[in-house]
């Protein structure tokens, strides 16, 4: 290697040696980042395949039945995991419809209502909703609203809705306050400031030229909401809507607290009853054997229903190209 | 007449109107008053149980002293060497989607993945955990739920990092690379700096998100009454103990429960702000 010297004297190092150097650098740079990169998509699929390693045994003893099986008995050792399936996506369910049309109402409010310097204060306030950890809203739901569902609420619901045709005997029963219905309650809380962050994020992608158009055209606000904005975040809507499914399926303490542990079917929509997520919580400490594989086959079931819930909604969003 | 047909009209669509309104203003008013319920429910309940004890003793049995000083301990330990090693792989993996395979089919495929796992329900990665690393160990450990909690915040990293890195002007690149520098050094001393500040906040956002995470520590890191500072042994994190003492039927017990959760609570909100400050900043 040739050093030369610049004009004060001072070795400059020959230039191809440097640039030799760099190259070496940025290829280790690159593969570094490379590396990180696959560990990624390598972490997904040793996931998939732990989880249904784990879950062999327990579809090679039922197979598929094991979806639709309603018995989840320890003492029998059979497992079926439809009771938690549809205890997961009725409370789900339950907590969209309410939480659907609040986010939507507090999105409107955000963008179209609020004085300019409140917006920023209250956005923060409502997406603080969601930095309270789960097992906060679990105990809050146990100790403060499974009481007053128990004393008021469910009561005046079996009242009233109870004693409709059809849909009254999904409010029929022994209501100790802790159920499904508390639970899709809690969970409707939780989602709602995901929901809302994403809708009034989508509300702001509509033009202001298209907003004050139809403003200046003498539309009032609601029609400017209901003719101009919905429809033209429509899509961005229902992506924002799965986000906040995705989250319900999956959450964990806040339902395990007031849903209960009662691992079958039940007719009514207040009785305790069981998720996904709160039987693998409840019962995952002391299962050994195929208990143990059946609760982690529950877990690669909620893993692909969120799955399919996520992939929808990136479908849905990617479509209005606002993402 | 036709004054009156109009009028009629004009008076049903403000009355719409202003039904509408009042129901957005009232979900409005209803998120904030879920928010204040929340926050007095664990100042009025906690509030006793925040003293000395509880900053400086171990989980008490039934009837004795004690504070959570070891689920603290727990906690910020564990939460600590999760970040330890979601940073860099987070943010080498985003750097390497936006800065050397972006636009591939690849890398598009790499993104998503990540958003999978970001959306991934935590109890499904605890359980994970638990099949790879908690039975190959044969127990619960620090390590585990560190393991467990670096997979919940990774995607987060990662994803931030793709969003900040993007915002960067490409103009910024091509002057790096005008004046000869290599990549790595054009990354490291003029485009992380100039994304730094999104990138923390996504780096302090992940870390409120984790250190309030119960489910995924439950089988990894399992719950410990000691003061353990070996990370191959049980580890009680702050969470954790608040789920096992809500439910001793004990009143001193239960109390310390509420005495952490608004501690929990009160540190992670305070982090979300400081996060969203900081993002704030970034964008005035």
């Known amino acids: ?323 | 007449m036709e004054t009156a047909v109009r009028s009629s009209i004009m008076n049903r669509r403000y009355r719409r109107n202003r039904i509408m309104m009042a129901l957005a203003i009232g979900s409005s008013a209803l998120g904030l008053f879920f928010l204040a319920v929340i926050l007095a429910t664990l100042v009025y309940r906690g509030i006793d149980a925040i003293n000395l004890d509880v900053f400086t003793m171990s989980i008490p049995a039934q009837g004795s002293r004690g504070g959570l000083v070891n689920a603290m301990y727990g906690t910020v330990v564990i939460t600590g060497l999760a970040m330890l090693i979601a940073t860099p792989i987070g943010i080498l993996a985003g750097t390497y989607l936006v800065e050397f395979a972006n636009g591939s089919t690849l890398a598009e495929a790499a993104k998503f993945i990540n958003d999978v796992l970001l959306s991934a329900p935590s109890i499904v990665i605890g359980v994970f955990i638990y099949g790879a690393v908690v039975v190959p160990m044969h127990g619960n450990s620090a390590i585990a739920g560190a393991l467990a909690l670096a997979l919940i915040a990774l995607p987060v990293v990662n994803r931030t990092t793709q969003d900040m890195l993007k915002l960067v002007p490409n103009a910024l690149r091509e002057a790096t690379a005008a004046l000869g520098a290599p990549r790595w050094m054009s990354m490291t001393m003029v485009i992380y700096r100039s994304a730094w500040t999104g990138i923390l906040t996504g780096i302090l956002l992940a870390v409120a998100r984790i250190s309030g995470e119960t489910a995924p520590l439950l089988f990894t890191a399992g719950y410990s009454k000691f003061w353990n500072t070996g990370l191959t042994g049980p580890m009680a994190s702050l969470p954790v103990a608040i789920n096992t003492l809500a439910a001793d039927p004990g009143p001193d017990l239960k109390r310390l429960a509420w005495g952490g959760a608004l501690i929990i609570t009160v540190a992670i909100l305070a982090l979300n702000i400081l996060a969203r400050s900081l993002a704030g900043r970034r964008s005035s």
């Open chain 1, 1 to 323: 290697m040739t050093a030369s010297t610049d004009f004060a004297g001072q070795v400059v190092p020959d230039s191809a040696a440097i640039s030799r150097r760099f190259r070496r650098q940025d290829r280790l740079f690159f593969l570094l980042t490379l590396g990180s990169a696959t560990l990624v998509v390598a972490l997904l699929l040793a996931i998939l395949v732990v989880l249904a390693i784990e879950a062999w045994p327990t579809f090679s003893t039922f197979g598929l039945s094991f979806l639709w099986g309603t018995t989840w008995s320890a003492p029998r050792d059979i497992y079926g995991a439809l009771p938690a399936v549809l205890g997961t996506l009725i409370s789900s369910f339950i907590a969209m419809l309410i939480a659907v049309p609040l986010s939507v109402g507090i999105a409107v409010f955000l963008t179209e209502l609020c004085p300019a310097r409140l917006r920023r204060p209250l956005g923060t306030a409502i997406e603080l909703l969601a930095g309270v950890p789960s097992i906060i809203y679990g105990i809050v739901g146990l100790f403060v609203l499974v009481p007053l569902m128990q004393s008021t609420i469910l009561p005046v619901l079996m009242a009233t809705v109870g004693q409709l045709p059809l849909i009254g005997r999904l409010f029929q029963a022994p209501a100790p306050g802790i159920g499904l219905l508390t639970a899709s309650f809690v969970l409707s809380v939780m989602i709602l400031p995901f929901i809302t962050a994403i809708t009034r994020d989508v509300f702001n992608t509509v033009p202001v030229m298209l907003r004050e158009s139809a403003y200046g055209m003498g539309m009032t606000t609601w029609e400017v909401v209901r003719h101009i904005i919905i429809p033209y975040t429509r899509l961005g809507m229902v992506g924002s809507i799965m986000l906040g499914l995705g989250r319900a399926l999956g959450e964990t303490m806040a339902v395990t607290f007031v849903v209960g542990s009662v691992t079958r079917l039940q007719t009514s929509i207040i009785s305790p009853s069981t998720t996904i997520s709160a039987q693998i919580a409840n019962s995952f400490g002391d299962a050994d054997g195929l208990q143990l594989s059946s609760l982690i086959a529950l877990g690669l079931i909620l893993f692909v229903l969120s799955f399919c819930v996520l992939a929808l909604a990136k479908w849905l969003i990617g479509r209005t190209d606002s993402f």
